[in-house]
């Protein structure tokens, strides 16, 4: 099963280029989406081509999950304390967006080991903005304690109009995801590989593992919640992550992995109805082929049966040959 990559893979590429080609420069004006319909317009000039301006684009928030000036909590810190001098933010951002940041290339590290953990930051900015909320608590949760002016549940947007959902204590913090696709094959796929999913956890190799849990309904966790943000048409999945799972460099990996468990199962929901697809196709041309050599057959016999091997005879030629 694949792990998405936290770097944007394009960002990532233009600064490298931007940063190996000295001081030339062209101008770049462009516009890039991923997954979950994160947005980035990047942005070079040839008068100052040390220097990028990134805006970035986040999915369409619904109505229970609360951001502060556009932007999920904590996420302000969270671009300072990961870019430090490097990056400024921009106040307002670029219409359309809700952050624009000006990163200037000339303040990376000059060892290139270091100067590229810098550029795989900034092209990791997806997770450090949708996932510092979700970082903030499971630091939390790595000492024992509870974030504080929390509330008991958190709503967390990752999809459009779409949140998932947390329940911080301070021995353990629960997330529930509302699974929802559109198509109707999907669902039926989704429902399938959840529960599989769930199997899979049992397994003596993943005891280590956070419990996983999948059910039709919505689990008690989310009590009181809008139904609205409970219209799950693939069910409920729910995590129970424990300190041993956010310790040390346990935390960002686990924050990643969270952030994108739907982008992670619609994935492989596409790639299971792919190849059944792919296997529909080679039983269908086998079949044609099949029939094609029995039309060949039939043809062969069709000739045998008129040709000369067999005469037939007329009503006059059988009274003679009886005599």
Not at 3 to 17: A, C, G, H, M, Y
Not at 223 to 252: C, I, M, Q, S, Y
């Amino acid at each position: 099963m694949i792990l998405l990559q936290s770097p944007s893979r394009f960002i990532l590429q233009i600064l490298k280029d931007r940063v190996s080609s000295g001081d030339k420069g062209v101008d770049i004006d462009c516009h890039t989406v991923e997954f979950d319909d994160v947005r980035y317009h990047i942005q070079f000039s040839t008068r100052n081509p040390k220097v990028m301006v990134l805006s970035v684009a986040l999915p369409l928030a619904p109505p229970e999950a609360i951001l502060y000036d556009g932007l999920p909590l904590g996420a302000i810190d969270a671009i300072k304390a990961a870019y430090g001098t490097v990056v400024q933010i921009l106040d307002p951002p670029k219409d359309c967006f809700d952050l624009t940041m000006k990163i200037n290339l000339t303040k990376l590290p000059t060892d290139e080991e270091q100067r590229n953990v810098v550029l795989t930051q900034i092209a990791s900015v997806r997770e450090v903005v949708l996932g510092a909320p979700l970082k903030l608590l499971l630091k939390h949760l790595a000492s024992k304690t509870v974030a504080p002016n929390v509330d008991k549940l958190v709503a967390l947007v990752h999809r459009p109009n779409e949140s998932f959902f947390l329940a911080p204590q301070a021995d353990k913090v629960t997330v529930v995801y509302p699974m929802r696709f559109q198509d109707s094959i999907d669902i039926v796929l989704a429902t399938s590989f959840l529960q599989e999913f769930v199997e899979a956890r049992r397994t003596a190799a993943l005891n280590n593992a956070p419990s996983c849990m999948w059910s039709p309904v919505p689990p008690l966790e989310l009590k009181g919640v809008n139904a609205d943000a409970l219209d799950a048409n693939a069910g409920f999945v729910t995590f129970v992550v424990f300190p041993r799972h956010v310790e040390g460099r346990k935390l960002d990996k686990t924050v990643w992995s969270l952030l994108t468990f739907h982008a992670y199962v619609s994935y492989h929901v596409k790639c299971s109805e792919g190849f059944m697809h792919t296997r529909m196709r080679r039983r269908v041309e086998s079949l044609i082929q099949a029939l094609d050599r029995a039309k060949s057959d039939a043809e062969k016999l069709k000739k045998l049966v008129h040709g000369g091997s067999f005469r037939r005879l007329s009503m006059k030629h059988e009274g003679d040959s009886r005599h």
